[in-house]
């Protein structure tokens, strides 16, 4: 621990002088390959500029005040979109050095002072590599889940029309300061321009749109002048649950919002790190949503201490969107020891020792019990993707002592395979902030492949004190364990970061409801009704584990559904009650749908 610390308080040093090193700064993963010097790309990470008393002064002075703009060819000429994609390159922003941004908790993305923040002018050169290919297929099934009309904001951005483009962005995506910043941006991956040369930077673009926007009081609250008389309960407030809500909101019907947890923003609150996400950039959001008319109601535990049915009797529609929170478990000899955890235990811990932290919560009302710490630990991770990620990250900023990371899979190629093919998301290896935070600072990759843990080992207090594990191999039958490969690790903490199996289960068997064969909330995609009448289901909870912008498109599918439905109920009850014969209005439209052939 003391030799970590001497290596970041010597970073910090450095990065505060502007003086760290260029391979350091490579670190990020969101940084481009450094270009040779006579290349379109500057040293200080954007395309090359003449500003325009150069260009007065050699008789090619551009009218519009605009500077002109280092070509592939080598030239200087005004910035055009035509032929944008060849004339310039992918240049994402690159994320905050590794070692300036460990030595806090703030945002990887750098701010308004930061020299890698990319100028007006650099976000205009990478508006313009977007090429109006006949299908985008950026924005199709393959893309984007929730279809953003990405070309046209990217054109709207080249043109400097910033309000028009939050506003093409907000009509298909209701958070995209969340999906901006934490999404792994399967549009990029189905870009055209992906064929032959580097996607559209259409991640850091959607930010940039977003984020001015905010900061020029663009987003405004939207109250909703007519409403329908209509109710619905929203159980679970992550990324589906509040897009569902805010659609449903719009459309005119009375919401409340129920969260179990103390604060609102369910995985957005506690199961992303503050260095991905602020927790600010969260409330900033549910406030507007707040000041639009939605309820929330926190430390709500649905089916527990307040009752499901009675939730149902008191709304007219209940939509649930509680996400999939049952971890995958690693059941081998020692699982019981001390120091063994769940990595969404573990970030949510820290989450909230944080938040207390910066709200002026003194050190002495922590529970410092149940605090998980890596400090001065041996740590692994056990399992990749974006969480365990996380877990590394938060494990660096702990000051751990060191941090290794097994993945079960062999390494993936630096291309795609051939069964990998565009416009598939990209199966390639990467390195993502929390594996370039650890090769700054111990100068090595975490990651070690193709390896299965086969037993925790621990000390006479029952703490973890290491692990065994074994090589892997992979086969038809899936992987399987080489005899012999045994090796010992040192672990004082060990993450269990492996997915999740399904949702919890107490809301689904006190309402009755029907399962899918994963344990998941059986409802029809593109439908989302459940086998209960009035009872509506999405998001990781309905189609398993997945990303944040899937949540976001399923929430709003469900709000879809919910309205239809609840539109109907009014129909029926407005007839009833006009039939002179008095006719019922229960069942019709609104019978059980769980038979539905998937194919609707």
């Known amino acids: 621990m003391l030799a970590t610390s001497k290596v970041l308080a010597s970073a910090a040093t450095a990065t505060r002088r502007r003086a760290a090193t260029s391979a350091a ?27 325009p008393r150069e260009e007065w002064r050699e008789g090619i002075y551009d009218h519009n005040n605009e500077p002109m703009v280092k070509r592939r060819d080598g030239s200087y000429q005004p910035i055009e979109k035509l032929r944008g994609f060849l004339n310039y390159e992918r240049n994402p922003e690159p994320y905050r050095k590794p070692l300036e941004r460990l030595m806090d908790w703030e945002e990887l993305n750098p701010t308004e002072a930061d020299e890698e923040k990319h100028s007006e002018i650099e976000r205009k050169v990478q508006a313009a590599r977007c090429m109006d290919c006949g299908t985008p ?67 850091n673009i959607e930010y940039s749109i977003v984020d001015r926007a905010w900061n020029v009081g663009l987003i405004q609250p939207r109250i909703v002048k007519d409403r ?8 679970g407030s992550g990324p589906a649950g509040l897009a569902a809500a805010d659609q449903l909101n719009q459309m005119g019907h009375k919401v409340t919002v129920y969260e179990r947890a103390d604060r609102i923003g369910g995985l957005l ?66 699982r019981d020891l001390k120091g063994v955890h769940f990595a969404m235990e573990f970030l949510t811990k820290n989450q909230k020792r944080l938040l207390m932290t910066k709200e002026g919560t003194l050190e002495s009302q922590w529970d410092k019990d149940t605090f998980i710490t890596a400090a001065g630990k041996d740590v692994i991770v ?21 941090v290794t990371n097994f993945e079960l899979m062999p390494q993936p190629p630096i291309e795609r395979a051939p069964d990998n093919p565009w416009p598939q998301w990209p199966r390639v290896f990467g390195v993502d902030y929390g594996h370039a935070e650890v090769q700054a600072v111990f100068g090595k990759d975490p990651r070690v492949y193709s390896v299965m843990t086969k037993e925790f080992i621990g000390d006479d207090d029952g703490n973890v004190k290491g692990l065994i594990t074994q090589d892997v191999e992979i086969t038809a039958k899936g992987p399987r364990a080489i005899e012999g490969s045994e090796r010992e690790w040192p672990a004082d903490l060990v993450v269990l970061s492996m997915g999740f199996v399904s949702p919890e289960d107490y809301i689904s068997q006190e309402l009755g409801l029907d399962l899918d064969q994963r344990n998941n909330i ?79």
């Open 25 to 51: 700064a490579a670190m990020s993963t969101s940084t481009a390959a450094a270009a040779p010097p006579s290349g379109p790309i500057g040293k200080d990470g954007r395309h090359k500029i003449k500003q």
């Open 137 to 203: 297929f950026c924005q199709t099934e393959t893309g984007c889940p929730v279809n953003n009309l990405i070309p046209e904001w990217n054109n709207l951005v080249y043109n400097g029309q910033w309000a028009d483009a939050i506003d093409r962005l907000h009509k298909t995506n209701n958070f995209p300061e969340f999906t901006g910043r934490v999404c792994p941006a399967p549009c990029e991956g189905a870009c055209v321009a992906g064929l032959i040369d580097g996607p559209v930077t259409i991640k």
């Open 382 to 402: 056990i399992g990749g993707g974006d969480t365990g990620t996380d877990c590394i990250g938060t494990s660096m900023r702990h000051r751990c002592k060191s």
């Open 522 to 600: 059986h409802a029809v995609y593109g439908d989302y009704r459940t086998s209960v009448e009035g009872v509506f289901a999405g998001g990781d909870c309905r189609r398993g584990q997945s990303l944040v912008v899937w949540a976001i498109h399923e929430g709003r599918g469900v709000a879809d559904s919910c309205n239809a439905y609840l539109r109907q109920k009014r129909e029926d009850e407005v007839a009833a009650g006009s039939s002179a014969a008095g006719s019922s209005a229960a069942g019709g439209a609104f019978a059980n749908l769980s038979s539905i052939s998937p194919n609707i």
């Open 228 to 235: 329908t008389g209509m109710t619905v309960a929203v159980v």
């Open 269 to 334: 609150m506690y199961g992303i790190p503050n260095m991905k996400l602020e927790k600010e950039t969260v409330d900033r959001r549910v406030n507007l949503l707040r000041g639009e008319g939605i309820e929330f109601v926190t430390n709500a535990d649905i089916g527990r201490n307040v009752d499901v049915n009675e939730l149902r009797a008191n709304y007219d529609a209940l939509a649930l969107t509680v996400g999939a929170t049952k971890p995958r478990d690693l059941p081998v000899p020692g």
